[in-house]
């Protein structure tokens, strides 16, 4: 399977714990993004890294999350204090050009 | 701030008949658009794009139709089949901007 994956797919955690997501884009794509859908929205921008350079942010996006891409090839989200309004499914998608995204199955967190 | 509008949050086609979905969008600027379709549990899957410099694309069953002056887009599916049924979400993206503006998405469901 040369799709987009990530992991786990599934996160139930505890008010005020963190998190962290994997991302594995297509390997050939050097555009990696991270989005998040909450039920009966589409999916909402978070960030987008190019090769291993963040280079857009979303205000979606607030100081206790943090995104790395530390050599151009995985991604990780990590969710720091996490609040219930946190839950949501976090998409990944990763692209070769400015145009289609493809997208990982998503890793659904539900905060209690 | 919704800048691309799904307006029908469901839509009921018999099989074998035309599924019309239709978007909205208020940003000029928007000059690539997009449509997703989601099942339950999995990532969005890339369907069909359209440039705004062109007013129709088609791939085998799907054709998208633009009209920038009317800034509306809409995706016909014919003939539908039972498989179609599934979450349509339209995109859309601005010249050198990575990020992808999604509309709410319209659950279609094709009828036997």
């Known amino acids: 399977d040369t799709g987009v994956s990530q992991d786990p797919r599934h996160k139930i955690t505890k008010r005020g714990q963190n998190v962290t997501f994997r991302c594995d884009p297509i390997?050939?794509?050097?555009?990696l993004y991270w989005y998040r859908q909450t039920l009966g929205q589409g999916p909402e921008f978070l960030t987008y890294?190019?090769?291993?350079?963040?280079?857009?942010k979303s205000r979606l996006l607030s100081d206790r999350f943090s995104a790395e891409r530390p050599k151009g090839s995985f991604s990780t989200l990590e969710i720091q204090r996490t609040e219930q309004g946190d839950s949501a499914m976090y998409l990944c998608?990763?692209?070769?050009?400015?145009?289609?995204?493809?997208f990982g199955p998503g890793t659904r967190l539900t905060v209690l | 701030d919704q800048q691309v509008k799904q307006n029908s949050p469901s839509l009921s086609v018999q099989e074998g008949r035309i599924s019309i979905l239709n978007c909205d969008y208020t940003?000029?600027?928007?000059?690539?658009f997009l449509w997703y379709k989601k099942y339950p549990a999995e990532g969005p899957t890339f369907l069909i794009s359209?440039?705004?410099?062109?007013d129709k694309n088609e791939d085998g069953r799907f054709t998208v139709f633009l009209n920038k002056s009317a800034k509306h887009l809409s995706l016909h599916i014919v003939p539908s089949q039972p498989g179609d049924s599934a979450v349509y979400f339209c995109?859309?993206?601005?010249?050198?901007?990575?990020?992808?503006?999604f509309g709410q998405g319209t659950r279609l469901t094709i009828n036997p």
């Open positions: 998608a990763s692209s070769d050009s400015y145009n289609e995204q493809f």
């Open positions: 390997s050939e794509h050097n555009r």
């Open positions: 890294f190019q090769n291993e350079a963040q280079l857009e």
């Open positions: 940003n000029s600027m928007f000059d690539y």
């Open positions: 359209i440039s705004s410099i062109k």
């Open positions: 995109a859309a993206s601005t010249q050198g901007a990575q990020k992808l503006v």
